[in-house]
């Protein structure tokens, strides 16, 4: 069956940092582009970034709203996709969800169950 | 890059349709063919039911459709059915490797 579980949210101090894990099974990792999507309580959906798979050069890519403060990697050896979250906000509060990637930024086949980040002091 | 638009919520009775609109710019929805569609119940992940603008996920019902028309994508459900009561959201490739989702819409099957 193919899985993603993301595991790491919890509750941080604005400017702190968070580290979310995407563990995957049930498919060759390595192979596929994965992204991360939020959602803050009560709202839409909101992209997040993504990193590419080996084929593609495996390097990220980041919306607007969070480049610069968030990082995304990959170990392929391992099948877990990372979120890096520096200098959180409280509009950082949401439901992080990794997703597999039907292509290249086409769209998401798979989505986790999502884990919850609340930035609050 | 800001949000696509859709209806804050639309309705329909069992067995009619309901269509969902998604309004971007040339830049997104009217530039690629990279639209897609997710359906998210309460508390729930959301759940792909249209990529590239008018394909169906295997398991998805045919019930389900999509099509394009410039800048404006559309998701069409028939025979509505209970189950379809949910959030619905498009998503377009917006260039430069970047993605935009719209608002959301609120289905209510009547």
């Known amino acids: 069956e193919v899985q993603l579980v993301e595991s790491g949210g919890g509750l941080v101090q604005p400017g702190r940092s968070l580290r979310l894990s995407c563990t995957t099974s049930?498919?060759?990792?390595?192979?596929?582009?994965i992204n991360w999507v939020r959602q803050a309580p009560g709202k839409g959906l909101e992209w997040v970034g993504f990193i590419r798979s080996k084929v593609y050069g495996g390097t990220p890519g980041y919306a607007a709203s969070v480049k610069g403060r968030f990082t995304i990697s990959r170990d392929d050896s391992k099948s877990i996709a990372y979120l890096q979250m520096n200098s959180l906000k409280t509009e950082d509060t949401a439901v992080y969800y990794c997703?597999?990637?039907?292509?290249?930024?086409?769209?998401?086949?798979?989505w986790g169950q999502g884990t919850m980040v609340t930035v609050s002091s | 890059q800001s949000a696509l638009t859709q209806p804050r919520s639309v309705s329909g009775s069992p067995g009619q349709s309901v269509t969902i609109s998604c309004t971007g710019t040339s830049s997104d929805v009217g530039g690629y063919s990279y639209v897609s569609w997710y359906q998210q119940h309460p508390g729930k992940a959301p759940k792909l039911v249209i990529f590239?603008?008018?394909k169906r996920p295997s398991g998805v019902p045919d019930r389900f459709s999509g099509s394009k028309s410039g800048n404006t994508a559309s998701l069409t459900i028939s025979g509505l059915q209970a189950e379809d009561e949910a959030d619905y959201y498009c998503?377009?490739?917006?260039?430069?490797?970047?993605?935009?989702f719209g608002g959301g819409t609120k289905l209510t099957v009547l």
């Open positions: 997703t597999r990637d039907l292509g290249l930024l086409s769209a998401f086949d798979i």
């Open positions: 998503c377009s490739y917006a260039g430069s490797y970047t993605l935009v």
């Open positions: 590239d603008v008018s």
């Open positions: 049930g498919f060759s990792f390595g192979d596929y582009v």
